[in-house]
């Protein structure tokens, strides 16, 4: 029995489903040839622009009993985490 009804549901869904696709095809190819669309967008998209600040800063470090002059970024995110970037690494002694 439930499995007659779950069918029964299934298959009036995908006609739902159907019915409505083809009229959504109908109807914008009547307003796509008939009337131009317009799109207005104020103001800025937030999300595709992080706001995040980035550092730059040197260090000298011992690897191995030399010693090197070390240049990273620091990138501090919105989230309040940080990402640490090595640009270069020189050797000076």
Do not use: D, W
């Amino acid at each position: 029995m439930k499995k007659l009804l779950i069918i029964a549901i299934l298959l009036a869904s995908t006609g739902i489903t159907i019915l409505t696709a083809e009229a959504k095809t109908a109807s914008t190819k009547t307003i796509s040839s008939n009337v131009a669309q317009i799109t207005i967008q104020l103001g800025n998209n937030k999300r595709y622009q992080p706001r995040r600040r980035v550092v730059t800063r040197h260090r000298i470090i011992r690897i191995n009993g030399r010693y090197y002059r070390e240049t990273y970024q620091i990138i501090y995110q919105r989230n309040g985490r940080r990402q640490y970037r090595v640009i270069s690494r020189v050797r000076i002694r």
